[in-house]
C-alpha cells in the first residue's frame, strides 16, 4: 500500500540506521497504513531512505515535525531516546522505543506482542521493544511459562555482529576480508590480523567468540547479560524468576542464536515439551536434525526453536533458539506493537 | 633433545593428521625422550613428517613395527584404534588412544592428567584420552568438585572447526574466501554461499552457528553432546552426575570454548569460586574485562577460565572456559599422560 489519505503520519528516529531500514521495509510489506512518512537520521549528518520507490530526505531530528506525528518509532540510541520519547509521549504521539532507555521504567510497558500484549495500555502512549536477545527467549517461553510454570532459565548467546551495529559489522568484514586473502596455515594456525582494526569490538571478532556484550560489572556479569534477566522477568511477569545468561557474540552477520535452558514447575516429557512449544505464539519449531542458524534465520521474521531435550532434570528442558536480531529483535517487534495498536483502534490519525 | 640412545620407541598412528603433528611437535617441544620415531599415516596414504628436522616417512600402518615400540600414540579414528590398541597394549606397547573408541570401557582408563591421575594403572596398558570438548570443563571443575562437590553441570560449546578435521577447516576457510569476495549487502544480509561447497560440516559454517556436532539420537540429544556427559561423568568419577550439553559448531579455527553453570553442593560467593579455581591444576584464571577467546587462547598449551559469576542461584557458578581442542584436547593431554607414565617409571625402554 503505497502513502494513503486514510493512513498515518509515522515518524521514524534512526531511519537511516540498520534497523531502521529494516523498519521502512516492513512497513512497506506488511501494508502499514502511512499517510505520510517522517523519516530523521539518528543524529548529526542528513541523509535519505527509499520508502514506497520514493526517495525521502531524512533530516537531523526535528521535535516540531515529531510532535505532530500520529506513532514515532524510535530506532535509535538510548540518549536519543531519552530526550525524544517522553515529550513525544507527553504530547500525544504513540512512540514505540527500541533503545533500552526506558525499558525498565515501570510506566512504560515492555512489550512483545505475542507474549504480553496485555501490558499495553491505552494511557501509556511510551511503549518500550525488548532487548534482541532476551527476544527469542521471551517468545520460546511463554507459552511453557503459562501452561507449566517457567522457574530458571539458563541461556548462552551466539550474537550477531549486526547487532552491535554497522561498525561493528564492517570491522568483521573487513577482518574477514584481511584473513581470508592471508593462506591460513593448513594445522589450523589462525592467521594474523593486521593491528590497528577493531574499534566497535572488545576483540578482534573474525573467526573468534567473545564472551562480552556490554561493559563487565563488579558482579562480574555484561551488561547485556543483566538486560536479558531484568527484561525476561518483567516479559514474563516473573519479577524474582533466577536467569543466568552468558553474552557471547561470534562472526554471523544476522540471526541471535541462544542455548537456554528451561526449569520446570514439573517434569515434562520431550515429546509434550514439543507439543506445547508448537503451540506457542509465534515459536516455528523444528526437531532432529532440523533446526534453525543464523544463516538460514536471519533476514526473516521466524523466531525459531529446535534441538529440545530433557535438560539436566526431569522438571528441565534444552533448546535452541534463533531469532533475527534487527527484525523480530527490533524493528519487527516494534512493527508488531503499532499493528496491536491499530487492531484495538487506539490508533487513530488526529 | 634430539633422538637419544637412551630415550623410547615410540609410534604415532594418524601422524600426518592435525592432532599428529601438534603431537610431534609437543614431543620436541617438551623434550621427550625418543629414540626412534616411527610415524604411520592414518591409513591409505604414505607420506611423510619432519622431527628435530630430519624428515622421517610415515607408511600406512604396520602393526608389526608398531608392536616392538615402548609407546605408541593412537591419532586417528575409533575403527584404527578398535583394531590396532587392544592387540598393542597386549604385547606390551604403552598404547595411548585419543579416539572415542575405549573411553567408555572400563577396563580402559579414561585420564587428564591433571584432574584423575589415579586412575592410571600399571597393569592397564591401553590409556584413552578424552574428547575435546569435556577436556577444558573437566579442568576447570575438578578442583571445585574435590573441594566443593559438583552436583550439576550445564554446558553450552563454541566449537572451533579444526575439531571436525582439516576437511572441514578447508570448508570453513573456501566458504569465507568466497564471502569475502562477493561484497555483503551493508545492511547485513549475508551473501549466498556458492551451491554445493560444504560435505564434511551439516551446514555452511562460515559466518553461521550449527547446532550439530556429530548424529542427533532419537532423545534429541547429538553425539558430541552424549560424550560429555559420559566422558565428564566417568573422569570426575561421578556416575550420576546431572550432565547437559548443547554442542555448537562456530566459525572459529582453534580453541574450544564453553559457557558453563555449575551447580554447587554448597553456596559459594564469586570471591571464593575465583579462590578455588585460582588454585585447581592446570588452570589459568582472569577476571574482570580480560578472558580468554579461541584467538588467544588457540594454539597454546593454556585451559583459560574467566567471566566467573554467581549462576541462577547462590549455589552455583557460571563461566567461560577455551581451551585448544589440537592440544589439551588432544595431543597436549595425550603427551602429558606419556610424561606421567615416564615420572612413575613405568615406561623404560624393553
Redesign the interface.
Known sequence: MPPTRDGLIVGVVGATG?VG??LLALLERRKFPVRELRPFSSGRTAASVIFHGRRISAPAVNAAALSSCDLAFLVSSDEVARTLAPRLAESGVWTIDDSAAFRMDPRVPLVIPEVNPGALRRDARLIAGPNCTMTGLAVAASRLHREIGVR???V?S?Q?V?GAG?SA??EL?SQ??A???TR?D?????PRLPAGIGRAL???IA??????VG??GK???SGE?NKVRDELRRVLSAPRL???A?A?R?????GH?L?A?L?LARPLS?ARALAVLRRTPGLSVQ???E?P????A??TDIVGA????????PR?I?L?IVSDN?LKGAALNSTQIAEELLRRGWLPSR
Do not use: H
Request: hydrophobic fraction near 40%; charge should be positive; aromatic fraction near 6%.
Open positions: 540498520m531500514r529494516e530458571a532459565v539458563r548462552a551466539y550477531a549486526s554497522r559489522l564492517e568484514l574477514s576480508r584473513l581470508a586473502k591460513p593448513p594445522d589450523g594456525r589462525a572488545p576483540r578482534a573467526f573468534n567468540a567473545v564472551p562480552q561493559r563487565i558482579d562480574g556479569c547479560e533466577p536467569v543466568s552468558t557471547v561470534v562472526p554471523t552477520i544476522r542464536a542455548a535452558w526449569t520431550r526437531d532432529g536434525d533446526y542458524t543464523p544463516r538460514s536471519g533476514g529446535a534441538r529440545v531435550r530433557i535438560g539436566a532434570n528441565e534444552a535452541w534487527l
